[in-house]
């Protein structure tokens, strides 16, 4: 007989990717009384999940499991990324804020994480309580019930905020990176990069695509 499996924190992101939107990062703690439950209503990696799917999920994973949801703003996504860099960085940012604000409420000594970039990043990013723990970090790490819940959790946000900046600037704003370039024209020609900046991601190559140099 197997073990049975450890109490834990699960992060992942969603955004990164996508030219309009947020960058929403997910905290999510498993342990042995929400991992059936989990298993229960079919919590799995949210790249296989319609975003319905998504949103039903997410509200299950909050009613049942300790969490913490980080918002990055597109603004404030492109300010942070210019300070930073690099965006390995502002994710380990990102992840250790999720983590840490957790721990303040749900202790737990694993944390499991998708792996981005160096595994140093994330273990410099963490403060005084996340320094404390067990951080595993793995490719593919959505196959761990904790990870894949914090990616609904990430994804639902995700397609909220996104509705949220379509409906404020009366445009709609795709996913993805790919089929963004009529929608990021549009945005442009209403209120040029200054609008851009507050749905996009600048530093995509999207943005010299539309407004040039």
């Given amino acids: 007989m197997s073990p049975p499996p450890r109490a834990r924190i699960g992060t992942d992101e969603s955004g990164k990717g996508d030219y ?8 999510v703690f498993v342990d ?9 209503i079919r919590v799995r990696d949210s790249k296989r999940v319609s975003d319905r799917s998504a949103a039903r999920l997410a509200a ?17 996504y492109n300010e942070l990324h210019s300070k930073m860099g690099n965006l390995n960085h502002l994710l380990a940012w990102a992840h250790a804020r999720a983590i840490e604000n957790l721990l303040e409420r749900q202790p737990s000594r694993l944390v499991v994480s998708d792996q981005f970039g160096d595994e140093a990043y994330l273990r410099s990013a963490l403060m005084a309580k996340g320094k404390q723990v067990e951080l595993v970090q793995m490719p593919r790490a959505e196959a761990d019930v904790a990870v894949a819940a914090a990616s609904i959790l990430a994804r639902a946000a ?9 409906d404020e600037i009366g445009i709609p704003l795709p996913k993805g990176a790919t089929h963004v370039i009529e929608a990021a024209k549009a945005v442009a020609a209403k209120g040029g990069r200054d609008l851009l900046g507050r749905v996009a991601k600048l530093h995509f190559k999207t943005t010299r695509q539309v407004l040039g140099g």
Avoid: D, M, N
């Avoid at 042995?32 to 229960?40: I, K, S």
């Avoid at 299950?60 to 404030?76: G, N």
């Avoid at 995700?158 to 379509?166: A, G, K």
């Fill in 20 to 27: 309009f939107g947020y960058l929403v990062v997910a905290a």
């Fill in 32 to 40: 042995q009384g929400t991992e059936a439950p989990l298993g229960a």
């Fill in 60 to 76: 299950e994973i909050r009613r049942l499991c300790p969490h913490e949801v980080i918002r990055i703003s597109p603004a404030k």
């Fill in 158 to 166: 995700f397609l909220e905020t996104l509705q949220r900046l379509s």
